[in-house]
Protein backbone atom coordinates (compact mmCIF):
# COMPACT_ATOMS: atom_id res chain seq x y z
CA UNK A 1 0.00 0.00 0.00
CA UNK A 2 2.60 2.66 -1.45
CA UNK A 3 0.11 5.61 -1.13
CA UNK A 4 -0.64 8.18 1.59
CA UNK A 5 -3.83 9.38 2.31
CA UNK A 6 -7.49 8.55 3.27
CA UNK A 7 -9.76 6.11 1.82
CA UNK A 8 -12.83 6.74 -0.06
CA UNK A 9 -16.39 4.94 0.85
CA UNK A 10 -16.84 4.17 -2.92
CA UNK A 11 -13.24 2.76 -2.74
CA UNK A 12 -13.50 0.23 -5.59
CA UNK A 13 -11.47 -2.51 -3.86
CA UNK A 14 -13.01 -2.04 -0.30
CA UNK A 15 -10.60 -5.02 2.00
CA UNK A 16 -10.33 -5.44 5.29
CA UNK A 17 -7.53 -2.91 5.81
CA UNK A 18 -8.75 -0.31 3.76
CA UNK A 19 -12.52 -0.89 5.29
CA UNK A 20 -10.83 -0.40 8.71
CA UNK A 21 -8.67 3.20 7.57
CA UNK A 22 -12.18 3.91 6.21
CA UNK A 23 -14.49 3.65 9.13
CA UNK A 24 -12.02 5.14 11.50
CA UNK A 25 -11.59 8.19 8.72
CA UNK A 26 -7.79 7.77 9.35
CA UNK A 27 -4.63 9.02 7.42
CA UNK A 28 -2.87 5.99 5.85
CA UNK A 29 1.28 6.38 5.29
CA UNK A 30 3.66 3.34 4.32
CA UNK A 31 6.00 1.97 6.65
CA UNK A 32 8.48 2.86 4.23
CA UNK A 33 8.08 6.69 4.29
CA UNK A 34 7.61 6.93 8.33
CA UNK A 35 10.61 9.64 8.45
CA UNK A 36 8.68 11.45 6.05
CA UNK A 37 5.77 11.69 8.06
CA UNK A 38 4.62 15.77 9.91
CA UNK A 39 2.81 16.10 12.44
CA UNK A 40 1.66 13.22 15.61
CA UNK A 41 -1.36 11.40 16.43
CA UNK A 42 -2.69 10.13 19.38
CA UNK A 43 -2.35 6.31 17.81
CA UNK A 44 -0.37 4.74 15.45
CA UNK A 45 -1.52 1.40 14.34
CA UNK A 46 1.24 -0.54 12.41
CA UNK A 47 0.16 -3.00 9.85
CA UNK A 48 3.10 -4.89 8.32
CA UNK A 49 3.06 -6.51 5.53
CA UNK A 50 2.81 -10.07 5.28
CA UNK A 51 4.95 -10.94 2.13
CA UNK A 52 8.48 -12.28 2.29
CA UNK A 53 9.89 -9.17 0.43
CA UNK A 54 8.01 -6.86 2.25
CA UNK A 55 9.34 -7.61 5.66
CA UNK A 56 12.62 -7.53 3.99
CA UNK A 57 12.60 -3.91 3.05
CA UNK A 58 11.53 -3.52 6.89
CA UNK A 59 13.68 -5.68 8.80
CA UNK A 60 16.70 -2.71 9.47
CA UNK A 61 13.62 -0.49 10.30
CA UNK A 62 13.33 -0.17 14.13
CA UNK A 63 9.26 0.70 12.99
CA UNK A 64 8.38 0.99 16.80
CA UNK A 65 11.19 3.82 17.77
CA UNK A 66 10.13 5.64 14.47
CA UNK A 67 6.68 5.22 15.39
CA UNK A 68 7.27 6.68 19.17
CA UNK A 69 8.35 10.00 16.99
CA UNK A 70 4.97 10.28 15.94
CA UNK A 71 2.53 8.85 17.95
CA UNK A 72 1.58 8.87 21.88
CA UNK A 73 0.43 5.03 21.71
CA UNK A 74 1.96 2.41 18.96
CA UNK A 75 -0.47 -0.67 18.05
CA UNK A 76 0.03 -4.18 16.09
CA UNK A 77 -2.80 -4.62 14.36
CA UNK A 78 -2.71 -8.89 13.64
CA UNK A 79 -3.31 -9.19 9.58
CA UNK A 80 -3.73 -12.39 8.47
CA UNK A 81 -3.02 -15.23 10.79
CA UNK A 82 -1.65 -14.82 14.65
CA UNK A 83 1.23 -17.78 13.82
CA UNK A 84 2.42 -15.98 10.14
CA UNK A 85 5.77 -14.93 11.18
CA UNK A 86 6.69 -18.47 12.68
CA UNK A 87 6.73 -19.63 8.61
CA UNK A 88 9.63 -16.89 7.82
CA UNK A 89 13.34 -17.04 8.49
CA UNK A 90 14.43 -17.12 11.84
CA UNK A 91 15.71 -13.33 11.59
CA UNK A 92 12.60 -12.36 10.55
CA UNK A 93 10.95 -14.16 13.87
CA UNK A 94 12.85 -12.04 16.09
CA UNK A 95 12.08 -9.06 14.10
CA UNK A 96 8.55 -9.76 14.23
CA UNK A 97 8.70 -10.57 17.69
CA UNK A 98 10.44 -7.61 18.74
CA UNK A 99 7.82 -5.44 17.12
CA UNK A 100 5.23 -7.64 19.47
CA UNK A 101 7.19 -6.79 22.30
CA UNK A 102 7.90 -3.19 22.02
CA UNK A 103 4.45 -2.02 21.06
CA UNK A 104 1.41 -0.46 23.33
CA UNK A 105 -0.52 -2.91 22.75
CA UNK A 106 -1.80 -5.77 19.73
CA UNK A 107 -5.38 -5.42 17.52
CA UNK A 108 -6.56 -9.15 17.10
CA UNK A 109 -8.81 -10.19 14.34
CA UNK A 110 -11.06 -12.61 17.21
CA UNK A 111 -10.79 -13.45 20.66
CA UNK A 112 -9.12 -16.62 20.33
CA UNK A 113 -5.80 -15.00 19.04
CA UNK A 114 -5.82 -13.23 22.57
CA UNK A 115 -3.88 -16.12 24.89
CA UNK A 116 -1.48 -16.70 22.05
CA UNK A 117 -0.12 -13.38 22.39
CA UNK A 118 -0.58 -12.80 25.55
CA UNK A 119 1.53 -16.38 25.85
CA UNK A 120 4.22 -14.30 23.34
CA UNK A 121 4.50 -10.66 25.37
CA UNK A 122 2.20 -10.85 28.61
CA UNK A 123 -0.77 -10.00 28.93
CA UNK A 124 -0.31 -6.56 29.67
CA UNK A 125 -0.46 -5.78 26.01
Not at 22 to 32: E, R
Not at 78 to 102: C, K, R, S, T
Request: charged share 25%.
Amino acid sequence: MGFTGKIPRNHPNMRTEFAQMCALDVTHHPLYDIDKIEGSYDHVVLLIPKTAQDRARLYDVDVVKKSRRIGKKIWFMQEGPNWIFQDMPIHHQFWHYNVLADVDGILTENETDIPYYRGLVGKDK
